[in-house]
């Protein structure tokens, strides 16, 4: 029986792979495996180059905790599931070593800004008459910088830039320190001043979210996009002294990578 596609009711399904390169097989392939591989990949990564989906993005992990790593995206679960298998398919087999796999979905933060809160940003803040020109007027540019706010949230656009990040976090669930005991309107308030710590970072750090509670292990993924290194410290320390992530933050382990296309993944990891 064909199966419909498993879609989402909104957004798009995301999946992190890292890899190790087992270099005792790799040296072993006979002539041209190399080659045929790398053009399996460039293949694979042409049929998938959507700004947002389905897209496979290429890296090489610094540091040395991975050689290989991927960030798939698609709409549809069963497409992105055959995505990593045809990933897995270009390479020889036994020459890929699994490290770290994520698997998420994009989503709007539970704590979203509503129609109520731009009426009273405009009211109590920016001190408008309810109703009037001005009002109205200001109220409907905020309502389509939301909606624009939201698509990408939902359908997000990564930008190619030279580094990515990668790392899974979750929310503390111990003693005092509980974040699903704080009633909705602390967690929104908390919630609020982390978000203005990250805006900070406005063309220097580019931020997907991903949640995977009751997905994977992890409640989170954090994909930062980057020019520098220095940007992606500088976000993650100064969101340390925020009460969120030094109050109730927990975090796996953190990936560093260089944004490479296939051809430059064999040069650097001399494949």
């Known amino acids: 029986m064909e199966q419909s596609p498993l879609k989402l009711a909104k957004g798009i399904h995301v999946l992190h792979l890292l890899y190790r390169v087992d270099r005792p097989c790799w040296v072993q392939l006979p002539a041209g495996q190399s080659a045929a591989a790398l053009a399996k990949l460039q293949t694979l990564c042409a049929a998938n180059p959507g700004p947002s989906h389905p897209r ?3 890296f090489v992990n610094v540091g040395g905790k991975a050689d290989l790593v991927f960030m ?7 497409r992105l599931g055959r995505m990593h298998r045809d990933l897995e398919d270009c390479f020889p087999a036994g020459t890929l070593v699994r490290v770290f796999s994520y698997l998420s979905v994009t989503e709007l933060p539970e704590y979203v800004t509503t129609e109520e809160d731009m009426k009273n940003t405009l009211v109590q803040h920016e001190k408008l008459e309810p109703g009037g020109d001005l009002c109205n007027k200001r109220l409907a ?17 990564i930008p ?16 005092g320190d509980n974040w699903y005991l704080l009633d909705f309107a602390t967690r929104k308030k908390l919630m609020g001043g982390h978000a203005r710590v990250g805006r900070k970072f406005a063309g220097r750090v580019s931020q997907l979210i991903t949640g995977s509670t009751g997905i994977d292990d992890w409640e989170w993924g954090v994909t930062l996009m980057a020019h520098q290194v ?21 975090f796996g382990p953190f990936y560093v990578n ?10 650097h990891l001399h494949l």
Do not use: C, N
């Open 72 to 78: 798939l995206t698609a709409a549809e679960l069963d």
């Open 258 to 267: 260089l944004r490479l296309p296939p051809a430059g993944l064999w040069e």
């Open 230 to 250: 220095d940007a992606l410290k500088e976000i993650v320390y100064e969101m340390r002294f925020d009460e969120v992530s030094a109050r109730y933050g927990e």
């Open 141 to 157: 540019e905020m309502r389509q910088r939301q909606a624009e706010y939201e698509h990408y949230r939902l359908y997000p656009e």
């Open 160 to 175: 190619d830039w030279e580094l990515m990040a990668f790392y899974p976090m979750s929310k503390r669930r111990s003693g």
């Open 56 to 58: 496979l993005s290429t």
